[in-house]
């Protein structure tokens, strides 16, 4: 359970960035549940607009 969930950890997700060519991101209350691939440009895309709310 992520400590930086802001309601009791129940909608985290877990982010694995430290693979050189895929970034790996799963529902962390579904562990045997999907797996969404992305190329790192592409999360890296998405992260830096999630963040600007654009």
Not at 4 to 21: F, I
């Amino acid at each position: 359970m992520s400590t930086r969930s802001g309601n009791g950890g129940d909608t985290c997700v877990e982010v694995a960035d430290n693979l050189p060519d895929q970034v790996l991101v799963r529902d962390s209350t579904d562990r045997a549940g999907a797996v969404l691939t992305f190329a790192p440009a592409a999360w890296g895309a998405f992260v830096a607009r999630f963040r600007t709310g654009r």
